[in-house]
């Protein structure tokens, strides 16, 4: 069964932490994306990457970066975390957009 | 500027009760995918249509790609409390190579 996988479901940090969100796919995809997912503003694309090393900005950029040394690994890290990035981060690979995503369980992340 | 419409936002039907939505753009896509999407996980992929007309069925769910490729629906038949969730329609962006567009989503409610 393939898989992506999101290394938390549910995460607390505290205000101006460094924060890591880990992001694992089993199914050797080029494409890797990370999103976040808010009520009432669906799903807003922060960054993707379409091979390793490299990375392009989404949407919502800021406040975010990347990290993608690994095809397999996607990690999204949120470098001074803030309330306003309390969340649902989904993590997502594909082998081509005709053919869609196969997305991560989520990992909810609550900044206080 | 791609956009996915869909219509109605939210859906609350008795068990047994049929129901049909919608994913509109006047833009044309490629292919447009069908995701479920239960409370607190990612986003599973139903399918993805392909071909102008193309009617896909997947137990009691019917999926259908308008003839110009510009919007979808999807028709549920008997309703059941497990279909409960929300449910996405997206499509490859042509002016973003390797992202795609998400609408916002229709969120069903199935009750017993």
């Known amino acids: 069964d393939v898989k992506v996988t999101q290394s938390s479901r549910y995460l607390v940090k505290r205000t101006g932490e460094k924060v890591f969100l880990e992001c694992v796919q089993d199914?050797?995809?080029?494409?890797m994306f990370w999103y976040r997912q808010d009520p009432g503003l669906g799903l807003r694309l922060i960054y993707f990457s379409y091979d390793v090393k490299m990375k392009e900005k989404g949407d919502i950029p800021e406040g975010y970066s990347v990290s993608r040394e690994k095809k397999e690994r996607f990690s999204l890290i949120l470098e001074s975390a803030s309330t306003n990035q309390t969340s649902m981060y989904l993590c997502?690979?594909?082998?081509?957009?005709?053919?869609?995503?196969?997305f991560g369980s989520g990992t909810r992340l609550t900044v206080v | 500027t791609q956009l996915l419409e869909q219509s109605p936002q939210f859906l609350s039907i008795q068990e047994g009760e049929n129901l049909t939505v919608y994913c509109n753009s006047s833009?044309?896509?490629?292919?447009l995918q069908w995701y479920r999407q239960e409370p607190g996980e990612g986003p599973v992929l139903l399918v993805t249509?392909?071909?102008?007309?193309e009617v896909k069925k997947l137990k009691r769910l019917t999926f259908q790609f308008g003839d110009a490729r510009k919007d979808s629906s999807l028709h549920i038949t008997a309703a059941q409390p497990g279909d409960t969730g929300l449910y996405l329609c997206?499509?490859?962006?042509?002016?973003?190579?390797?992202?795609?567009?998400f609408g916002d989503g229709t969120t069903l409610t199935v009750k017993p």
């Open positions: 833009s044309v896509f490629s292919s």
């Open positions: 997206a499509g490859p962006s042509t002016a973003n190579a390797g992202k795609s567009t």
């Open positions: 249509v392909v071909t102008g007309g």
């Open positions: 997502a690979s594909s082998l081509s957009t005709d053919y869609g995503y196969t």
């Open positions: 199914m050797d995809h080029e494409n």
